[in-house]
């Protein structure tokens, strides 16, 4: 059975610093996806990660795939408080795609 | 403009009551997925369709009921059998083969 495990689970950040989101899945795939979710909302698709070393930016937010290890990571540059949402990884085997539980960021000034 | 349209946003269910959620797509996707999300949880896959007149259960099917007569509509209908619907219901749609999810804005259904 596949599963996904994010890490941490809550993460509270002054604006200006750098961490990352772990996420680790349990069998082999080279489809992984990170979603940003606000309060009350749906899913924003934010990366679509789909081959070994893959790596895709956009603005503050890096995301890279390791197949090999099972890993992706969601790197955060220099937070801002818009950053603050809940962050969740999604792992696609076979048209059947599970999440992991989240990331609550929280960006404080 | 394409996109997946859920409705109503919000829903309050008497106990013994079975009510329905819609989920309407007019992006072509072949595949529609039911999500069920707790208050700080993941989500968690209910049932899912990949052709029209046919659906799999996910990993907590007990207590719901879909049907796929169109391929635009996937309703849920959460039976009295749920003993615990209160939750955040996300419809979502793919491409089979395709890349990623296209979400619905949610049904927020409680229980009173």
């Known amino acids: 059975e596949l599963k996904v495990e994010q890490n941490p689970l809550f993460l509270s950040m002054q604006e200006g610093k750098n961490y990352t989101i772990y996420c680790n899945y349990s069998?082999?795939?080279?489809?992984l996806y990170w979603y940003r979710q606000d309060p009350g909302k749906s899913l924003e698709s934010l990366f679509v990660?789909?081959?070994?070393?893959a790596v895709k930016q956009e603005g503050r937010l890096m995301a890279s795939l390791d197949t090999k290890a099972r890993l992706s990571t969601l790197h955060i540059t220099a937070a801002v408080h818009d950053l603050s949402a809940t962050y969740f990884c999604a792992v696609d085997i076979e048209n059947d795609m599970r999440f992991g539980a989240g990331t609550r960021l929280t960006v404080k000034p | 403009d394409g996109g997946i349209t859920q409705s109503p946003k919000y829903l309050f269910r008497k106990e013994g009551q079975n009510v329905t959620l819609s989920c309407e797509q007019n992006l072509n996707h072949d595949a529609m997925y039911w999500y069920r999300q707790d208050p700080g949880q993941g989500l968690r896959l209910i049932y899912y369709s990949q052709i029209v007149n046919d659906f799999q259960k996910g990993d907590i099917a007990e207590g719901y009921s879909v049907s796929r007569e169109k391929k635009e509509s996937f309703p849920l209908t959460v039976t009295s059998a749920q003993k615990n619907p209160t939750a955040f219901y996300l419809c979502?749609?793919?491409?089979?083969?395709?890349?990623?999810?296209?979400f619905g804005s949610g049904t927020r259904l409680t229980v009173v």
């Open positions: 990660l789909l081959s070994n070393g």
């Open positions: 979502a749609s793919s491409i089979l083969d395709s890349y990623g999810y296209t």
């Open positions: 069998t082999t795939s080279d489809r």
